[in-house]
């Protein structure tokens, strides 16, 4: 389940809330009150943390390097393929916009999507026509080629670029709030809808650890911030395959 209603079949992504058992995925979640984006932990696993770490404890996870720019060209991140279901005509960024709708929109031959309701947790604003929709990735293309994805071969590169085995990693939004993050880090941008900016620091936490990126020092402070301001956000992560 993402951060609106589940709306196909298609889209059974792991986001469980409260004291159900937590299935595969990256679930970092704010259990502030004033966030509607909670989780609660699952079992322990080799692959990642299937039990929940707290949100200073998660950071401390990543790992600190330099970023490494140079070779990056957005084309090397191949996004929006097929998407789960080939046969519906829908690629990766309708399927996220589909599963993450408030009020589920119409989907009729080639993905056309009409009407629905959509809430932007960047900045709390209702969109009601999915053309107003961006899906960001949570930590941006050219931020992953800094953190380790310049190591990536094309394969790894598109599985990120299409990452919905957690519900983290690609999130609908207003395109205003996309284009003012762009490919910002926590050190350089924030979410303006303050109360979301617990989870956000957690998704990203999340995100970094589920595809072994690194950290630079400013954003490993910034995150350090945050866990502080934090302290009842926890972080469920499972490693990508």
Not at 3 to 32: C, I, K, N, Q, Y
Not at 112 to 122: D, E, I, R, V
């Amino acid at each position: 389940m993402r951060r609106g209603l589940p709306v196909l079949a298609f889209t059974v992504l792991p986001l469980l809330v409260a004291t159900v058992p937590a299935a595969a995925g990256t679930m970092p979640s704010s259990e502030l009150p004033d966030s509607p984006y909670g989780a609660a932990g699952a079992p322990s696993s080799a692959r990642g943390s299937l039990a929940p770490l707290s949100l200073f404890e998660a950071v401390e996870r990543i790992p600190v390097a330099e970023e490494q720019r140079e070779g990056y060209k957005r084309e090397l991140y191949r996004h929006w393929n097929k998407g789960l279901d080939p046969r519906d005509g829908c690629d990766t960024r309708r399927e996220v916009i589909i599963s993450e709708a408030v009020e589920a929109p119409v989907v009729t031959a080639g993905c056309k999507l009409t009407g629905g309701s959509w809430l932007s947790p960047y900045d709390g604003v209702t969109v009601t026509d999915a053309a107003g929709l961006d899906v960001d990735h949570m930590v941006p293309l050219a931020e992953v080629h800094d953190s380790g994805g310049h190591d990536w071969d094309a394969a790894r590169r598109e599985a990120y670029a299409n990452d919905q085995g957690s519900p983290a990693t690609l999130i609908a939004v207003t395109a205003k709030s996309n284009r003012s993050k762009s490919d910002k880090d926590p050190a350089q941008w924030l979410p303006p809808a303050a109360g979301y900016r617990c989870t956000y620091a957690a998704e990203w936490t999340g995100t970094k650890l589920r595809w072994g990126l690194a950290a630079d020092e400013a954003e490993r402070q910034a995150l350090l911030a945050l866990a502080g301001e934090c302290p009842t956000t926890t972080v469920v992560y499972e490693t990508a395959p």
